[in-house]
């Protein structure tokens, strides 16, 4: 049926309740004569009668209950969308893409439970990836906003810190200078490093710290892409690494890797969610940047100890 329209179809739910083509007609506000023409081109498309003409009035036959049955469904689908407009009005339903650059996920995961948690109604699309990939994500409006640490300069965004970032030097419990204090730049490049790739945020704040000395790279072919192939390296004692606090909290804690003291250690950035600036939020993505930039640093890691050998007081925690 090709030409059947919303409008047949409440001719037909009105004659059901009603009962008469004339009380059908007044209700719709047409000539009973126009209406009965309708429902006569509707059963002709149709091939079906309708209605039974019976003393008590016009009742539905089986194919007129499969009309009923349609325009019943039309209207639930109308009211879940009248809904569903009301709560992206409101903020509390919706989708919100985020895209998380990959040393944000050990804490990306608990802030998007957190906001989920107080809007029930909106769906979350969690894009993780290194600093490059997310970055495009954003410029090419993939997600509606990201998680990250710098921000990018080379097109322009918006973008609110929420919270601290540390950056760390890590080592396996047994390393030679666990619990040595105040170690030097020069000390540290004397060990073998593991490094993250280029592009990365965390490697871009090596390059800056380590400037003005030469390194020694660890003499082993890694993926080191990978924060979790970074830290088992550590772990196994084939070398130290700097990196985000945030991304090894639970093995400091748990004491399978140390902190390093290092002058000038931790460094210390900022957490960032950031948006291109002509990206025009929805409601429910508006309420995500609202809530992490509120509540963000709340959700954040934190490194229980302090590097051996600290004076008291000195903590490596957000």
């Not at 007044?26 to 009973?32: G, S």
């Not at 540290?188 to 871009?204: D, I, K, Q």
């Not at 800056?208 to 979790?228: C, W, Y």
Request: aromatic share 6%; net charge positive; with cysteine.
């Amino acid at each position: 049926m090709r030409n059947l329209s919303l409008k047949q179809l409440q001719a037909v739910a009105s004659i059901a309740r009603l009962g008469t083509m004339t009380r059908a007609a007044q209700e719709l506000n047409v000539t009973p004569a126009a209406l009965t023409a309708r429902i006569k081109a509707l059963e002709d498309e149709a091939g079906l009668l309708l209605f039974d003409r019976t003393s008590a009035g016009l009742k539905p036959t089986d194919a007129g209950r499969e009309m009923l049955w349609a325009i019943d469904s039309i209207n639930t689908v109308l009211e879940t969308c009248s809904e569903r407009l009301k709560a992206l009005r409101g903020g509390s339903g919706g989708r919100v893409s985020i895209g998380v650059v990959s040393t944000a996920k050990y804490f990306a995961p608990q802030i998007i439970s957190g906001f989920v948690h107080s809007h029930p109604s909106v769906e979350i699309d969690l894009v993780v990836g290194n600093r490059g990939a997310t970055l495009e994500s954003v410029r090419d409006y993939k997600v509606d906003l990201a998680i990250m640490g710098r921000p990018p300069r080379d097109f322009p965004i918006s973008a609110e810190s929420f919270g601290p970032h540390p950056l760390v030097v890590i080592a396996a419990p047994g390393h030679r200078f666990a619990g040595r204090v105040g170690l030097t730049k020069r000390e540290l490049a004397e060990e073998p490093f593991l490094v993250r790739e280029y592009g990365s945020g965390t490697r871009t704040v090596f390059e800056e710290f380590m400037t003005g000395v030469m390194i020694k790279r660890a003499r082993l072919g890694i993926d080191s892409g990978s924060n979790e192939t970074i830290k088992q390296t550590v772990m196994a004692g084939l070398g130290v690494a700097l990196i985000s606090g945030h991304t090894v909290a639970a093995e400091v804690a748990s004491r399978r890797l140390v902190l390093l003291d290092v002058e000038g250690l931790p460094i210390r950035r900022e957490w960032f969610v950031v948006r291109r600036a002509d990206k025009v939020l929805s409601p429910a993505a508006r309420s995500f940047w609202d809530y992490v930039v509120k509540e963000g640093a709340s959700w954040l890691p934190t490194l229980p100890l302090r590097p051996p050998g600290a004076p008291s007081g000195q903590t490596a925690a957000a």
